[in-house]
C-alpha cells in the first residue's frame, strides 16, 4: 500500500521551501481554487507530442478528447459537491526530462491540474522530484518507472515491458517450428528492460538466440547495415522489441528490401498499414504484436472495460485518420480508472483517488479484472496487471488471437525475468 505519510511530509515540505516565492497558500489552493470558479477538474497530459517519440503521446492525447467529450456530455465527474466537467491540460515534454520537469511544475502550478498522466521512460526521472515534493499523482505506461521511492506513480493500463511474453509465449505454441531468433533495440529506458522480456520470455519458450541483442544509437537513421547484422545468421524470428514506430518502419522497410522471409515479433506495429504499403501484404502476414484496432470483436466479449470500443476506434479514426496506434485508447483507459476513483472517493484530491483506486487490490483493467501488483520485480504493488491481446496480422489486419494472462506466465518464468533484468541493469534497485 502508498505510504500517505511519506509524501504528506514532501508536500508540506514543498510548501514550505516555495512559500517565499509565490506563498505556500497561493500553491496548495490554486487548483481548487480554479476548479470552483468554472466546475471543471483538470488533467495534465505530459507526454511527447512532437519528435520520434510523438507516436506514444499525441494519439493518446486524441482519444482523451474523444473521452471528456462522452464523460462530459453525461454530466462529467460526480461528486458530492456537484458535477465537474473534464478538461485536459497538454504540454509537449519533447521526451527530454528537463522539459518534462518543468512541465510538471506548471502543470501543477499554474494549470491546478489534480492528476497527470505520462507515457515516462526517460522522462520520468526528471519529474519524480516533483512528485516528491508536491504529492501529485502521476501515472506512466512503463511500470519498469516504478520502485519503492516512487509512491504515487501508477502504472494502470500498460505493463510494459512484461506484457511482451504473451506475444513470445503464444508464437511458440502456434509455431514450434520456429527455433531460432535475434533481436534489436534502442538503447534507452524504452529499449533495454523490453529487450530483458524478450530474452526472459525466449528462453521460457525454448528458443535459441543466435546473437546478444544489437542495440543501436537512438539517433540511428540508416538502418540497412543493423538488419544485415540481424539477419546474417538466417534466423526463424526477428524482434524488434519496444522500438518507436519510427524505427520499426525503416527497419521492415529494410527486412523487406534484404529479402527475410521468416518470423517477425514487435511489441508494436504502429501504422502499419503504412508498413504494407511500403512493403506487402504478404510480407506482413503473421506479424506478431501486442496492440490491437478496437473495431476487434473480441473487445466486445464480457469482462472488457473500455466504453463502447468500436464505436471508439470508429470516432477516432474519423478524426485522425491513418494515426490509431498503441496508446490511442491507453490514456482513456487510465481516465476510466480515475474516474471511477475519484466518483468512489468523492473527491480529485490525488491522495483520495489512488486509495479509492487500489482498494482491495483490484481494478477494472480494459481487457478485465487486475491485481494491483509489482513488488516482487518493482518493489511496490503500484501496476495493475492481468490479461493482455497478442494481436496477428492477418489479411492485411490486426486479430486478437488470444487474450494471455501475465500473472501466470509470471507465476512459471519470473525468476528468468529477474535474471534477465539484473543482467541489464533494469531491476528497480538497480536504478540510480
Not at 526530462?97 to 518543468?102: I, M
Not at 518493489?379 to 486479430?399: C, R, Y
Request: aromatic content about 10%.
Amino acid at each position: 500500500m502508498v505510504d500517505f505519510r511519506r509524501f504528506s511530509i514532501g508536500r508540506r515540505r514543498f510548501l514550505k521551501t516555495t512559500s517565499s516565492l509565490i506563498g505556500a497558500s497561493a500553491l496548495s489552493g490554486l487548483g481548487s481554487a480554479a476548479r470552483a470558479a468554472d466546475d471543471v477538474v483538470r488533467i495534465g497530459f505530459l507526454a511527447p507530442l512532437t519528435g520520434p517519440v510523438a507516436a506514444w503521446g499525441k494519439p493518446g492525447l486524441d482519444g482523451c478528447q474523444i473521452w471528456a467529450e462522452w464523460v462530459n456530455e453525461e454530466g462529467g465527474i460526480k461528486l458530492p459537491d456537484g458535477n465537474r466537467k473534464v478538461e485536459f491540460v497538454s504540454y509537449d515534454n519533447e521526451y527530454d526530462p528537463a522539459v518534462a520537469r518543468t512541465g510538471a511544475t506548471k502543470l501543477i502550478r499554474e494549470d491546478g491540474v489534480s492528476f497527470i498522466m505520462m507515457l515516462g521512460g526517460d522522462t520520468w526521472p526528471g519529474v519524480q522530484p516533483v512528485a516528491d515534493r508536491t504529492g501529485m499523482l502521476f501515472s506512466t505506461l512503463l511500470p519498469s518507472d516504478l520502485s519503492p521511492d516512487t509512491p504515487t506513480l501508477v502504472a494502470p493500463a500498460e505493463v510494459h515491458p512484461v506484457y511482451n511474453v504473451t506475444g513470445v509465449a503464444w508464437l511458440a505454441e502456434n509455431k514450434p517450428d520456429l527455433k531460432t531468433a535475434v533481436m534489436c533495440a534502442q538503447d534507452d529506458a524504452l529499449g533495454l528492460p523490453s529487450v530483458a522480456t524478450y530474452l526472459a520470455a525466449f528462453e521460457a519458450a525454448g528458443i535459441e538466440m543466435l546473437e546478444e541483442p544489437l542495440l543501436f544509437d537512438p539517433a540511428t537513421t540508416d538502418f540497412a547495415p543493423v538488419v544485415t547484422r540481424l539477419i546474417a545468421g538466417n534466423p526463424d524470428i526477428v524482434c524488434l522489441d519496444t522500438c518507436y514506430s519510427d524505427y520499426v518502419h525503416p527497419i521492415c522497410e529494410q527486412l523487406f528490401q534484404q529479402g527475410y522471409k521468416g518470423q517477425i515479433i514487435s511489441c508494436t506495429a504502429d501504422f502499419y498499414d503504412q508498413i504494407i504499403a511500403k512493403t506487402s501484404k504478404e510480407f506482413m502476414e503473421g506479424f506478431v504484436f501486442q496492440f490491437p484496432d478496437f473495431d476487434d470483436p473480441a473487445l466486445n466479449a464480457e469482462g472488457i472495460n473500455f466504453r463502447d470500443p468500436n464505436r471508439f476506434f470508429e470516432v477516432y479514426n474519423e478524426r485522425h485518420p491513418g494515426e490509431w496506434g498503441a496508446v490511442s485508447w491507453e490514456y482513456a483507459s487510465i481516465m476510466d480508472l480515475w474516474k471511477a476513483a475519484a466518483e468512489k472517493a468523492g473527491s480529485v484530491e490525488p491522495e483520495a483517488v489512488l486509495a479509492a483506486m487500489q482498494d482491495g487490490g483490484k481494478g477494472l483493467h480494459a481487457f478485465g479484472e487486475a491485481d494491483w501488483w509489482g513488488e516482487d520485480l518493482f518493489g511496490i504493488n503500484n501496476a495493475l496487471v492481468g490479461n493482455w491481446p497478442v494481436v496477428v496480422i492477418e489479411d492485411g489486419k490486426a486479430v486478437i488471437k488470444e487474450m494471455r494472462s501475465i500473472p501466470d506466465w509470471y507465476a512459471a518464468h519470473g525468476d528468468l525475468l529477474k535474471k534477465h533484468m539484473e543482467a541489464y541493469g533494469q531491476m528497480w534497485n538497480q536504478r540510480g
